[in-house]
């Protein structure tokens, strides 16, 4: 009885699903078939993947590379090289250590202090800077290295001006930690012109054992330089600020 009941119900049971089967089968096109909500879903599946590939590869080809930014040096235009030739006696305000060497010091700082306003400094290889003024969201502010060399150079002398005083600088330019910094900036700038002219000498005799004595002056040379004049300029011409500053204020 229960045997009959089995083998009753499973051929009803296997011939329904058989012919839902065929049913779909006959009735269905094979176009229908393409758009089951299975392959509606693996297409779309594909569609994202493709785009998302897509969208990243168009991204790594229009971003900002390192490579296609400009290099900090096409800021400025290409300075002319000058030949200088430092002649005796015509620096000497610069050796002096009273108000004439202050004057002539602080004659060296252009206005603006060598603190240039670059519009647009995403545009360059350059690190990220002081923002320039309020609402400028497009400029920043850098400075100039020949003007700090400089002024690392002029505060120096400050300090030894009152060393040989005996006093001492009341201020954060006769410290350790500015003086160490300041000798680390003018030994890199030192390094980084590496001005490789040759020198001649004076000679001035002959030592006790028959060597050659002589003195390098640095008179007389003639150096290939960048113009400063032209450097200067353009610093004053690109400046952040207007402000005729000193040695020891910049
Ligand atoms: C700075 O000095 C220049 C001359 O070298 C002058 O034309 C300018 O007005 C001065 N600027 C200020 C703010 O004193």
């Known amino acids: 009885m229960s045997q ?3 083998y009753d119900y499973s051929p009803a049971s296997q011939d329904e699903l058989d012919s839902t089967f065929d049913n779909e089968d006959i009735s269905s096109s094979p176009r229908q078939r393409c758009w089951s909500p299975k392959a509606i879903f693996a297409n779309a599946l594909l569609a994202f993947i493709s785009i998302l ?3 990243f590869a168009v991204y790594q080809m229009l971003r900002p590379s390192s490579s296609s930014l400009l290099s900090p040096d096409s800021f400025f235009p290409s300075f002319p090289n000058v030949k200088m030739k430092f002649i005796e006696g015509e620096h000497n305000d610069f050796m002096r250590f009273d108000e004439v060497g202050d004057a002539a010091w602080n004659g060296m700082i252009p ?11 995403r545009r360059y290889d350059m690190e990220p800077s002081v ?4 609402g400028d969201e497009d400029a920043e502010v850098y400075q100039a290295s020949v003007v700090h060399q400089l002024h690392c150079l002029g505060t120096l002398r400050l300090v030894l001006a009152a060393y040989a005083r005996n006093e001492r600088l009341e201020n954060y330019y006769d410290s350790d930690l ?4 300041c000798l680390n900036i003018l030994r890199q700038g030192i390094i980084c012109a590496a ?7 004076k000679p001035m005799g002959k030592t006790e054992d028959g060597l050659f004595k002589a003195k390098f002056t640095n008179i007389g040379t003639v150096h290939t330089c960048r113009s400063w004049d032209a450097v200067k300029n353009f610093l ?3 400046r952040a600020m207007d402000w005729n500053g000193t040695v020891g204020t910049t």
Do not use: C, E, W
């Not at 206005?111 to 400094?121: F, L, S």
């Not at 500015?178 to 910094?181: A, D, G, L, S, T």
């Not at 001005?195 to 000498?201: C, G, M, N, V």
């Open 4 to 6: 009959k009941n089995t």
């Open 53 to 55: 590939f897509l969208s």
């Open 111 to 121: 206005n603006g202090a060598g603190y240039v306003k670059v519009d647009r400094p």
């Open 131 to 134: 923002p320039y003024g309020v």
């Open 178 to 181: 500015h003086m160490r910094h």
């Open 195 to 201: 001005d490789p002219t040759l020198a001649f000498s």
């Open 236 to 238: 004053v011409q690109h």
